[in-house]
């Protein structure tokens, strides 16, 4: 029996015996309805982060991270890595990012592109919390920006969107074929994505533009996961019913080198 398989039985077996279901088609049906596969279902990870995912999706979608006091804020905030190096990110920083759009197609009523100066007139929201990395380090910092659920009620999510993807400037994002994106992108869920918590951020720390190796000028936070998860230096985000047709289809590039899709804390 393939893993996947397992996986699969394991999740909804339990589904059918919490919900009194008769059968494992039923369960089986409840399981992808309420989006409780991950996409990374099929990788090398084991049972436990489907059943981590599963449990975190039926009992605590809904709960905030912690928030802490300006006191609280690190001394240091760490930057993971250097800002994009390509030409179309260097020519958008020197100009100030004011030719930078961010485009939001895909699942969409009203496929967008949104300029920083838009973004900014948007009701701002500012959020101080913990970032960890699954390499071992964490800081606390205030992040401002608009919450992402607002942006996407703007362009009209379609009921049958069950991701968001954020694709960075250190991804190949404009390959002619989706398959063959490779780089920093990644997706969450609709219920990490209407979290109240997460944001489009484009200052922290009190200052009105991110510094560019936190992610200039627009990143993802989302605190419920680990920081690899808040994708930086954005360009387009994609509502799209599935991830197997973008890169090597577990909804994030990092699964390719050994991360797990689902990071929740
Ligand atoms: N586009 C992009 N986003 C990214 C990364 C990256 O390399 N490229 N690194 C991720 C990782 S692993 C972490 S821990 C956080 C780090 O955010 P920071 O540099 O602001 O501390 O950004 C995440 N977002
Ligand atoms: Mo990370």
New binding site residues.
Partial sequence: MSDRLSRRKLITASLAAAAGATGLGIAARLADRYGLIPPDDGGIYGVGETMTYAAQRLLTHRTLAREYTRSDISKV?????EPPENETYQRLLAGGFADWRLKIDGLVARPTFFSFAELKRFPAESHIYH?A???GWS?IAEWVGVPLSYVLNLVGVLPRAKYVVFF????NFDAADKRTIKG?WNSIDKADAWHPQTLLAYGMNGKEFLPP???APL?LRIPRQ???K????LSWITLTDTVKDIGQGFGAGGVERGFSWYAGI
Avoid: I, M, N
């Avoid at 808040?230 to 230096?233: D, E, H, M, V, W």
């Fill in positions: 905030a760490p930057v993971k890595g970032q990395c699954e390499e800081f960075g400037f250190d991804t920093k190796g936190h992610g990143r680990l920081g690899g808040s994708t930086k230096y």
